[in-house]
């Protein structure tokens, strides 16, 4: 049985028509487009999936899509502002705090949800809060530098970004259902 | 030798070229390619460790609405494939031989209908009795895995360099013991995956987060029975490889049998759960003995190393794996007499094969062991060990390994240093101790066919820029952005100048792809040696407009000057369009090979298998609870030589995360498995380690000069992989006086060696 819900993602709203056993993170990805939310484990250990939702991380993958309905969900695209990087994925570049790079949008919402609601943690509220996010590359240290540049505002404001990667996109389409955005 | 150039890019602290993308979620991995009409796929996998396969009856799943294909191995030429054995099939042929193996598979418009019709499908099995120990497998009358092959044995090696029953003669301590190793999982955040598509004109397009295009390229078409050119790979971005996306398993070729019986592109993604029972193949089961014979001072005389080792259902690159662990330490010490035996067993478990370290973690972890017990019997520090009998530049180890370039004994100062290791031993406190092992790793290895090479074109775009096309995947290590500081070193211009395609079979140059830790030198060379054809070229035509002989001119900050004269000068950008825009213009197009300069061991695997030897020294401190047998790491410390470090972050990265994984196979990582069936195939069973189980860590890299290296570079990725479970155990040992044998070290393991020191104590007095 599908369901008319409209899920408020970054600002942005949509109306949708899904199966109510719809988890969050395939709507995001399949329905939405929105694929810069990752799968690692699918049960909620690995973090990958971490989105922001009313203002608290949560798996993505162990979420009802249509129990959101009504809630700001807040996304790794919704993050840089008019090709502005937010602070933490500045850090992320500066420091090195990816490899592969599968698990840092969901490390860096997890770190987000952290600072703002404590922008100032110490170094060991860090690593407890973000434990639970895996990542095989990096070992850490990196990922937890970058976090506390943020925090004892060590980015450097005159960071020139390389642009983006010259590699094109391989042609991207929604596949499963169409998408109806409103507003 | 010392750093012998100075810089202007190579060991700067740039930026990973992809960074913006990985940032901002729009890096796209396998999983974010969706193409039109594409289908997604769902594989049938075994149930049981060993069974005949008497029938398939798909016709309930082909009638499902919204199914588009149902294949078999019917829809195969059923001919076997592997990286060095050809014993595995794309869907089982008659039989299988592991849980999870892949029997049948569907193609269907969503994931819901692709499962509800893998569920349709009716296979008639006639379970068989199946071997599970690889001492029990060798046995007569064992149950056999392949038919041909006798006693289950994939492959034995028996190597003696010198005399080794005279060289334990003149020993004059002898030291013997025998540790288990354990399968690891990669545990790549992304699993693999693939998206294919198939051409009625006969083409295979295979998205795929691989970290070898070429190499899977070969065995797709050997499989499918195509040309390699009938093939074509793309590589998306790729989350995590560690040798566990070399394509040794089936998934692309599932992919594609399903894209071409459908018509239609197909996604296929493992879950975790496929990745832990038939993805990646994980670590060769080992168990290691070592006999090492010292002499007085410490010397070592002999050794005498014995493995047997399970590559489970299919072997893949294990017989290649198992060769290392028997062999590859005898480049860390200046061994003389050395004799190695090994047995690569079949049996009805998980294949295994390629992860970081490529059985030099199963080794380092018995043979460091091994070492640090001869120390205590001897009475000597560890780390004096170490030195006495470290290599160094111009060692040529027993099987024929030539060291261009060696800073072990660096490294070892270092480490000392670093973890402040004479006062912390003078100062032992209860149950805390110290652990050290020392590690090589090559940089590349000779072992597909006599090549050990890379390839690479650079263009030179109007505007002055350059663009590297490459088929050496970036696998998520970061070496494409190595790739570019090189190629920006030799050219003179900066890094934001040069840019690298997306490795692709059809647009890039054959590569062998990224294993061995061998793409910084041997990719790093050959794409300096193209950025130096593409300097020739500009100097030609600069030598015109600055009316100077080309061997005359240099370049930096992306111009070309006259040297002496440095007034005198034009951009990079004007050279190229002047090139170009004229009567008969050309673009300026580079190419550049590179192949080491190693030796394809013969067949008593006598050769130099590597054109470098990468070095490094780890060191712990370790406090254990004796109550709960609880291990904490106190300190870390690591010193490695990579020859020059070109690109600071992901270096730095390559030593961090490789400790990580190292702490996960000492002290967490271990398959738990019942009749070949795998217990706890997912991350909450299977426990890696998070951000709280890091210590606290300090690291350095040696001063050091590889002289065949790009701008004196060698590899790394592997090298702090290997040693970091011998460290911790030694530690242990020094700490408790218990050695743990069998990975991973777990509390439970250490409370009862505990228990029973305690017993053997009491008994005696
Ligand atoms: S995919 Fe959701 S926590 Fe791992
Ligand atoms: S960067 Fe690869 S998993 Fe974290």
Known sequence: MKKKVTLTVNGEEHEIEIEANRLLLQVLRDTLGLTGTKEGCSIGVCGACSVIIDGRVVSSCLTLAAACAGKKIETIEGLAEDGRLHPLQQAFIEYGGFQCGICTPGQIMAAKSLLDENPKPTEDEVKEWMSGNLCRCTGYYKILEAVMAVVNNKIDPDFAFRKREQTAKIQSLDVYKSVAKTN | MAK???????????QRIEGFDKVTGDSQFIADIYLPNMLVGKILRSPFPHARIRGIDTSKAEKLRGVRAVVTAEDTIKRPWGAFFADQYILSVGKTRYVGEEVAAVAAVDPDIAEEAIDLIEVDWEPLPGVFDAEEAMQDGAPLVHDDKANNVAMTMDIERGNIVQAFAESDVVVEDTFVSMPQWHCSIETIGSVAEYAPNGKYTIYMNTQTLFNARYRIATALGVPETDVRIIQSAVGGGFGGKSCDDNNALVAAVLARKAGKPVKLINTREEEFLAG?????????????GFKKDGRIRAKHIKVIADNGAYSAKAPAITGVAAMRHDTCYKYSDVKTEAVLVYTNKIPTGAFRGFGNPSAEWAVEQAIDLGAHELGIDPIEIARINAAETGYVSP?????????LKQCLDMAEKMMDWKSKRAGKQPNTGLGLACTVHVSGKRHFGDYDGSSATIKLNEDGKALILSGEGECGQGVHTAMCQIAAEELGVPVEDVEISRADTDLTTFCLGAFASRLTYVSGNAVKNAAANVKQQLFEQASEMLEANAEDLVSHDGRIFVRGAEGKSVSVSDVARARLFRHNGAPIVGSGSFDADSVLPDSTRFGNESGAYNYGVQAAQVHVDPETGQVKILYFVIASDCGTVIYPLGAEGQVEGGLSQGIGYALT??????????????FSDYRIPSMRDMPPLQHAFADSYEPTGPFGAKGLGELNMDPTAAVIS???FDAVGVRIKTLPITPEKILKALREKAALEKAKT
Do not use: T, Y
Not at chain 2, 4 to 14: D, I, L, N, P, T
Not at chain 2, 399 to 407: A, I, L, Q, Y
């Open chain 2, 280 to 292: 990646c193949r994980p670590r060769v089961f080992m168990k290691i003995n070592v006999r090492l």
């Open chain 2, 4 to 14: 012998a150039e100075k810089f202007s890019v190579v060991g700067q602290r740039v």
């Open chain 2, 669 to 682: 990582e271990g398959l738990q498995i019942d009749e070949g069936k795998p217990l706890n195939p997912n």
């Open chain 2, 730 to 732: 030694n530690a242990i």
């Open chain 2, 399 to 407: 099987h024929g390994n030539r060291v261009n370039s060696c800073e």
